[in-house]
C-alpha cells in the first residue's frame, strides 16, 4: 500500500490495495492500480487536524461556535453530509431542537451571571452571588457547585460528550468550555479525561472512522471514504474488515465468516463424532465406541446392549443371534440421521481440512519475506545488468494477498452451497452450476498461488542474468493472473 504525507495534515493516505500500482520500465508491463476504497490512517498526532476539518464545514455553513458544531456532528455521528441533508429537509430550527443546541444565541448565554446580584439556585435550594452561578446557553442559571457535582457525575458515567442541562425537561447540551473551566478547578484529572472523551469521539461516535484493531494497539484509526463494508491495510501493516474489525476474510461475508470460527473453535462438530461412532448406553446413556466386531456390546456400568439398534439385552448371545433379542426391523428415521450426522461431518472435514491447509501455508510463507530480502541484496551487490528487484516485493504482496483470499474461499464455498444460510435462495440445479464454476476458478487459483510460491522460493540470487529474468518474468505474469482471479472470487 502507498503511504503518503499530506502537506499541511499529518495523515497517511493511501488507496486499498494500491500496492497494485507498480510500473516496471524494462517489463513494458504497467501494474494498474485497482479499485478499492479511498482509506485514511489517522494516527495519534493528527486526530485533532481530521476533526477540525469537519468542525470547519459545519461552523462555516450554519456560522456557529465550535461547541455547537460539535453538538450537532456527534448528534449525526459526524456525518456531515447527513447533517447537511437534514438542515435541507427540515431546517435550522428542528436540526438544531433535535441536537439539543439552543435555536437563538444570546451573549449573555454561557457565561456568570451578574456579579453585584443573587440567584437562587434551584438545585440545592441556596442563594449565592452571580460570581458563583453560571448561566448556560438555553438560559438556564445554577450554583457552580452544583453545576460542577454535574459535570463530574456525568463525566464518570461516560457521558462526556453530550452533558446535558440538569433543568428539568431542557434537552440542552452544556457548552464544554464551561464544563472544562468549572470541573479543572477541583477535578485537573476529570478535565483531561473530559477532552480526551471529546477528541476520541471523532472515532468513537463515527461510523465511517474505527480503530485500529491490531495488538499491541498502534494508536492509529481508519477512516473511509465511502464504504464502510471493505477491507483496509493500517500502516502498521495490519490488514482488516473495516465492517466487523477481524481479520480481513474476503470473499467471506461477516456472518459466514462469524460462523466458520464459531463452529472451528466449539463443539458441534466433536458431536458430530460422538454421533457416527458412538451409541448411547440405554442404562446411563453415554456415549459407546465398540473396539471389536461382535454386536454385543457392554458398557462400562455394566449394561449390555445390541450395538445395531441400541436396545438393552442380556449378556449370552450365539454366532447368529443376541439372547432374548431381535432387531431385524428397519428403523428408517434413526438411520437417516446417523447417515445424514456422517455426511455433514465429512463435508465440514473437506473444507476445513484445505482451510487448514492454506492456512499453514500462509504462515510459512510469512517468512519468506526476510529470505527475499537477503536474497535481494546479494543479487544487488553483483556486478549485473539487472538493477530492479521490485519484482520481487510485489510478488510476494501478491502471494499473501491471493493465499488469504484463497484460504477464505473454502469456508465461503461450505455456507455458500450448503444449506445453513442460502437452502432457500436457489434451486439445486443452480446451485450445483454456480458450485462448479466456483469451484473451477478456486482451482485455477490454487494452482497458480503453488506455482508463484514456487518461483519465489527459488534461489535466483545464485542464478545467471538469464534465469533470474525468466523467473523475473514468470512472478510477474503469475501474479497478474492471480490477481485477475482474486477479483473474480
Known sequence: MDDCFADEEDYYCSDHESLDGLENEDSGVNWAPSKGPSTRVITKESLLVAQREDLRRVMDVLS?????????LIHHRWDVEKLLAVLVEKGKPC??????????????KGSRAASSSSVMCDICMEEVSGSEATRMDCGHCFCNTCWTEHF????NEGQSRRIRCMAHKCNAICDESTVRTLVSKRHPDLAEKFDRFLLESYIEDNKMVKWCPSTPHCGNAIRVEEDEYCEVECSCGLQFCFSCLSEAH??????????????CRDESETVNWITVHTKPCPKCHKPVEKNGGCNLVSCICGQAFCWLCGGATGRDHTWSTISGHSCGRYKEDQ???AERAKRDLYRYMHYHNR???????FKLENKLRETLQEKVSISEEKESTLRDFSWVTNGLYRLFRSRRVLLYSYPFAFYMFGEELFKDEMTNEVREIKQHLFEDQQQQLEENVERLSKFLEEPFDQYDEK???EIRMQVINLSVITDSLCKKM
Not at 456557529?64 to 450537532?72: D, F, G, I, V
Not at 436540526?95 to 449573555?108: H, I, N, Q, S, T
Not at 463530574?152 to 463525566?155: E, R
Not at 482451510?355 to 501455508?361: E, G, L
Open 467 to 469: 534465469r533470474v529474468m
Open 95 to 108: 436540526l438544531f431542537m433535535d441536537a439539543g443546541v439552543p435555536v437563538v444565541e444570546d451573549e449573555c
Open 355 to 361: 482451510y487448514k491447509a492454506h492456512q499453514d501455508s
Open 64 to 72: 456557529l461556535r465550535e461547541h455547537h458544531a460539535r453538538t450537532l
Open 250 to 263: 474476503s470473499p467471506c461475508s461477516c456472518l459466514m465468516w462469524d460462523l466458520w470460527t464459531k463452529k
Open 152 to 155: 463530574v457525575v456525568k463525566i
Open 335 to 337: 438411520e437417516k440421521k
